[in-house]
């Protein structure tokens, strides 16, 4: 079956002065699914997502958004794209009913009244309609903001960081939006700096690192080239190095001692490995325990292993 991609970039490259923002990004993100730009600060994500949306015109590199030329035809993928910054676009001094009907008209959407009322009512701002935006939450401005980049229905949604500082209700807000434009047939591109965020999300990870996307695969595949985290702790500390033959026998990894705690521990990508088999093994051994775990990877993991950074054990 051929893929196809609402977004597919080659070699983009942007310079600021003397910074090489972007280093010849790659990025294929097919139709319908929710891709996770995650990468760590001043990777290059804000910068590969104005480019796409064409707020910055790139010096060097292709790409094609909703099968349009990112360049030759900037206003045709305009008219196929919605965005929402990491800032909120709309006007405080207007209420939200008054913002979302301009953003109609400035979009030259039919029947802009009628939008706007259907984008109040699926975001649950209908009682606070004729409010100014100025004086609503942040997590309601913020659905606001993501209701307006929809006023045009579009086929590719670029959400840059949409729920930075939010409390937990209205990020889970966001993120069910999110799930319903997916399953709606709405490609989204998401950036995030909550991780398990993009792991609850995603389908497709894009793992960016100094200007380029360093990996990509879905979250089990990220995880699985970090390998889960097994530790063992013993009663007797003289049992360590039984233990440790343990686990190198049943991971392939060479064991970490921590003799402080009489722990043992190491990495496995063996995704067949339970714990219960670990605790048999480890008793057939002779191992006398104190506790037993086995840790599957997060993407807090992946992101910290593969950006070169120390993981967390």
Request: aromatic share 4%; with cysteine; proline share 4%.
């Amino acid at each position: 079956m051929t893929t196809t991609y609402a977004v597919l970039s080659e070699g983009l490259e942007k310079r600021f002065g003397t910074v090489h923002a972007l280093r010849g990004l790659d990025l294929a993100v097919a139709e319908g699914t929710v891709c996770g730009l995650l990468g760590p600060n001043g990777a290059g994500k804000t910068t590969a997502v104005r480019l796409l949306t064409t707020l910055l015109r790139p010096d060097a590199g292709s790409a094609r958004i909703a099968g349009h030329d990112l360049v030759r035809e900037a206003a045709a993928v305009r008219r196929r794209i919605g965005v929402t910054g990491q800032y909120a676009s709309v006007d405080g001094d207007l209420t939200g009913r008054q913002n979302l009907r301009l953003f109609a008209r400035l979009h030259r959407v039919r029947g802009p009244a009628r939008a706007a009322e259907e984008l109040l009512e699926r975001f649950g701002l209908t009682e606070a309609a004729d409010r100014p935006v100025s004086t609503w939450s942040g997590g309601m401005r913020r659905r606001l903001d993501l209701a307006a980049s929809l006023v045009r229905r579009p086929d590719v949604l670029f959400l840059d960081e949409p729920t930075t500082g939010l409390d937990p209700a209205s990020r889970n807000g966001i993120r069910e939006a999110v799930r319903a434009l997916k399953a709606e047939g709405t490609t989204v591109v998401l950036t995030t700096q909550y991780l398990e965020e993009a792991d609850q999300l995603a389908d497709d990870i894009a793992l960016v690192d100094r200007g380029r996307v360093a990996h990509t695969g879905s979250p089990a595949e990220l995880k699985a080239v970090v390998g889960a985290y097994v530790e063992v702790v013993v009663a007797d500390a003289g049992a360590m190095v039984r233990a440790a033959e343990v686990l190198d026998r049943l991971t392939g990894a060479q064991p970490a001692f921590d003799h402080d705690r009489a722990a043992v521990g190491a990495v496995t990508r063996d995704t067949t490995l339970t714990l219960p088999r670990l605790v048999r093994e480890l008793d057939a051994a002779g191992v006398p325990l104190l506790d037993a775990s086995l840790r599957p990877p997060t993407l807090d993991d992946v992101f910290l292993r593969l950006t070169e950074k120390e993981p967390a054990a």
